[in-house]
C-alpha cells in the first residue's frame, strides 16, 4: 500500500436491499466531501456497525484494545480494499510495535468499528475511491450508491441473478452470471492440484 494516496472515510450509515433480502449495504461517505461508496457486509458485521453508530461499545473493541495494551501495539488506521483473490472488500488494520508495523486482515464490519471505536483513520485508496464513486448525495438527499459485482457474496449474486432475468435486464444478468462463472473457475483451479 506504499505510494498510494488515502481517503478518509466516515461510516454514513447501513441499508438493506429491498429486493435483494440478502443485502446488507455500509455505506462510507469521505470525511472531507459528499461522495459515498457502498461496501456489502454480512449480516453479523451490519449488526456490529449499527451496534456502534447507536454508540454501544463492541465487545471486540474492548478485548483488541486489552490485547493491544499488554502488548504495547497501537493501531495506527484501517485501510478498506477489495484486493482479495475473489475480489471482495476487507479492511487491513495496520499496526506497530515499537518499530515492527504488520498489518491485519479482518472483515470491513470490523475494521470499521474497530477504527471509529479507537479513534484512528478509516482510509481507502484515493485511486480506487475515485472510480467507483458515485455522485454523492443528491439535493434530493438520495443518492446513487454502485457496488462492484466482485465484492458481491455468491449468495447475493444469485439472489440479483435470478431478478435481473426476471427484469429482462440481460445485461446485467450477463454480468452477473460471468462473474459467478468466474469464481467457479478460480474455486476449481484452486482446489485442482498436479502431481
Known sequence: MANTDFINLVPLGLTRGVSLQGA????LREALGARCMAVPVSHA???AVRRMMQG???ETARTLASVMRVFDVTLNC???HNNTKGGEYCAELLMAQGSDVRTVSRPVGVGV????EAGVPLQVGANYFNTITGGGIRGDGTMEIRVPVTAMDSDLLKEALNEAVQEDNFEMATALRDELRRREAMSHTSTTTDF
Open 24 to 27: 446488507y449495504i455500509l455505506i
Open 45 to 47: 458485521e451490519f449488526l
Open 56 to 58: 454501544k461499545r463492541s
Open 78 to 80: 484501517v485501510v478498506i
Open 113 to 116: 468499528v474497530l477504527a471509529v
